[in-house]
C-alpha cells in the first residue's frame, strides 16, 4: 500500500533537472546557457511549441540555474548543492512564482502579480515568474500587464509559455525574445524511454518502444504517460506485439503483405487482407494513409543516401530496403498518385469501402498497365502511320521533288497514284487545260509543272481525260466562286505557292467534281 502512495509517474520522476537533461532542444538550451555565461538575461521570454515538449521544464531549469551559486562556467549547469537549489529540487523555493493563466486569466489576478514583483528575493539573484498558457489571459489582463513586462524591476524575469502564439498580443511579443520549441525526434524520444526503462529495470523491445514514440506525436510527456501504461500492462516486459494490441494500432506487417500483394498481382488476396484488417476495427482512412506513408517510404528508400529521414525503427528500414527492390520508380509514383486519388475522394465517396477496393485493384493491375505502354512505346513509327503523316516518294520522284520544293502531305483516304509528286485531280486539270488550251506553255497549277511532268503521268497509268467542250468547261468556271466553300473536306498539294494559287486549286477540285456529276463520268 505504501508502495502506491510513493507511486510519481514517469513525466514528474525522471522531470530533466538540468539543460543536458532536456530532450531534443538543443538550439534553446545552448542559446540560454550562452546568455547566462554572458550575463545578457533578458527581461522577458516567450517559449512556444506543441505539448509536452519541455517548454515548462526548460522556464524552471533556466530559472533554477541562474540563481544558484555555485554556478560551473564549464558547462553552465546548476549544482544541486547550494540552498537555492536544494529548495528548488524540494519544490520550497521562493524565487519561482508559477502561474496557469488558463485559470488565472483576469485583470485582478495580473494585478497581484503585478504587487508581488515589487519584492526582491529572499535568496539568490532573480525572481522568476512563469506564466504558463499566457494565450489565456484576457485582452484586458495583457494590456494590464504590458508596463511590468516592458520595464521590470532589476530582480524580476518573466518567461512565458503557450501552445498558441497567434493568440499572444503582438505587444506582448514585442516586448519578450522568442523561442521556439520543436516536436522531439522520435529516436530521441525512443533512447528516452530506453533509459526509463533501465532504470525501472523493465525489460523491452526496441519495436515497441519506436511504436510508443511514434504514437507519441513528438511529445516527450504522452510518450512517457504511455510508457507506464505498457509498463503496467505487461507487468514490466513490454513488447511489440503487445504495445501494437493495447493501443490498437495496426501491425506494418500488414502493409508489408499489402505491397508484396500488388507486386505479384494477387487482387484477391489484397482484398482478403483489406476485409481482416476491417474485422479488427481499423479505420478505412487510416489504413489508406499507412499505405500512402509506407509507399512513400520504398520511394524514398530508391536512394539510400535519403534513408536517414525515415522516421523508423533500423528492423523497418532494413525491411523497407529490401521491398524497394522489387518496385520501379516509375510503378511506386504511379501508386502513389492513385492512393491519393482515393484519400481525396474517400469523404465524398457514398459506398466507402468499394471505393478504397476499386483503387487497390487499380494498383493490382498496374505493373501490366506499365508493360504494355512500354511494349507500345518500343513500336516502330512504320506501325504507327497515321493520316497526316509525311508520305515517301520513289527515288524518281523524291529527285523531282528536291529540284523543285514539292512536297506532298496525305491527308484523306485518296490513294496517291504511283507515288507521284502531285495528286490525280490536279494531273487531270492540267491535261484538260493543256488541251482545250495548247497555245500555252503553264499549267494553272503552278510554274514548276510542265508538259513533260504531265506527259510523264501519262505514261504511269494516268486515266485519261474525255474530249469535254470548251462551252461546258467557261460555264462551270463562272460558277466555281459560288461553290468553294462546299469543298472542304479533300486532299491538296502543297507547293510552296501564293495564297491566290491555293485559292486557284481550290476552283479546279470544285471543277472536276462538276464534270463528274454533268457528264456521268468515272474519273477515279
Known amino acids: ?48 511549441g506543441p505539448r509536452g515538449v519541455g517548454k515548462t521544464t526548460c522556464a524552471r531549469v533556466f530559472a533554477k540555474t541562474i540563481n544558484c551559486q555555485n554556478l560551473k562556467p564549464q558547462d553552465v549547469e546548476a549544482c544541486n548543492e547550494c540552498a537555492s537549489c536544494k529548495s528548488f529540487n524540494s519544490n520550497t523555493s521562493f524565487n519561482i512564482y508559477e502561474l ?9 489576478d495580473i494585478r497581484q502579480l503585478i504587487d508581488q514583483v515589487r519584492y526582491p528575493p529572499q535568496i539568490g539573484k532573480y525572481k522568476v515568474y512563469i506564466i504558463d498558457e499566457v494565450h489565456m489571459l484576457s485582452t484586458a489582463a495583457f494590456n494590464a500587464f504590458l508596463k511590468t513586462l516592458e520595464e521590470p524591476p532589476a530582480h524580476a524575469k518573466f518567461i512565458l509559455a503557450t501552445t ?3 493568440k499572444v498580443l503582438p505587444t506582448i511579443l514585442s516586448r519578450c525574445q522568442v523561442f521556439s520549441f520543436n516536436r522531439i525526434k522520435t529516436e530521441d524520444i525512443a533512447n528516452y524511454l530506453k533509459k526509463i526503462a533501465k532504470k ?17 506525436d513528438g511529445g516527450l510527456r504522452d510518450a512517457c504517460s504511455i510508457f507506464d501504461q505498457m509498463a503496467a500492462y505487461t507487468s514490466g516486459n513490454i513488447t511489440k506485439d503487445a504495445v501494437v494490441k493495447n493501443l490498437h494500432i495496426l501491425d506494418y506487417d500488414y502493409y508489408f503483405n499489402l ?8 487482387p484477391h488476396s489484397v482484398l482478403l487482407m483489406l476485409d481482416e484488417i476491417l474485422k479488427k476495427g481499423f479505420d478505412l482512412q487510416n489504413v489508406l494513409v499507412g499505405l500512402i506513408d509506407h509507399m512513400r517510404y520504398l520511394l524514398i528508400a530508391k536512394d539510400p543516401q535519403v534513408l536517414y529521414i525515415l522516421d ?34 474517400y469523404k465524398s465517396a457514398v459506398h466507402q469501402r468499394l471505393h478504397i477496393e476499386i483503387h487497390l485493384l487499380q494498383l493490382c493491375n498496374l505493373i501490366q498497365q506499365i508493360k504494355e505502354a512500354e511494349e507500345k512505346k518500343n513500336l ?17 520522284s523524291t529527285s523531282y521533288s528536291q529540284n523543285h520544293k514539292i512536297k506532298i502531305i496525305k491527308v484523306t483516304d485518296k490513294p496517291v497514284i504511283n507515288n507521284a509528286t502531285i495528286s490525280t485531280t490536279t494531273s487531270l486539270k492540267a491535261q484538260i487545260e493543256a488541251k482545250t488550251r495548247p497555245q500555252k506553255q503553264e499549267t494553272p497549277i503552278t510554274q514548276n509543272v510542265t508538259n513533260e511532268t504531265i506527259s510523264s503521268e501519262k505514261k504511269e497509268g494516268v486515266v485519261e481525260k474525255p474530249n469535254v467542250e470548251q462551252p461546258i468547261i467557261n460555264t462551270i468556271l463562272n460558277q466555281q466562286e459560288s461553290k468553294k466553300t462546299a469543298f472542304q473536306n479533300t486532299e491538296h498539294v502543297s507547293l510552296s505557292i501564293t495564297e491566290k494559287k491555293y485559292q486557284e486549286l481550290l476552283a479546279q477540285n470544285v471543277l472536276l467534281e462538276e464534270l463528274k456529276n454533268k457528264l456521268n463520268l468515272n474519273l477515279e
Not at 23 to 35: D, F, H, I, P, Y
Not at 200 to 216: C, G, R, S, V
Not at 259 to 266: H, K
Not at 380 to 396: L, R
Open 380 to 396: 516502330t513509327p512504320n506501325q504507327n502511320t497515321s493520316p497526316g503523316t509525311v508520305i515517301n516518294t520513289d527515288e524518281q
Open 100 to 108: 496557469d493563466a488558463a485559470s488565472n486569466n483576469s485583470v485582478e
Open 259 to 266: 505491397t508484396n500483394a500488388i507486386i505479384n498481382q494477387q
Open 1 to 48: 500500500m505504501s508502495d502506491t502512495q510513493t507511486y510519481i509517474v514517469s513525466a514528474r520522476k525522471y522531470r530533466p533537472q538540468t539543460f543536458d537533461t532536456i530532450v531534443g532542444q538543443e538550439s534553446v538550451t545552448n542559446t540560454l546557457k550562452n546568455s547566462i555565461l554572458s550575463g545578457n538575461i533578458a527581461q522577458a521570454y516567450l517559449f512556444f
Open 200 to 216: 525501472e529495470n523493465h525489460k523491452y523491445e526496441d519495436d515497441a518502444l519506436t511504436i510508443i514514440a511514434q504514437k507519441a
Open 312 to 345: 523508423l525503427s533500423d528492423t523497418v528500414k532494413t525491411s523497407i530496403l529490401q521491398q524497394t527492390k522489387q518496385c520501379s520508380e516509375r510503378f511506386l509514383l504511379n501508386v502513389l498518385s492513385i492512393l491519393n486519388k482515393a484519400d481525396v475522394g
Open 164 to 166: 498558441e502564439r497567434n
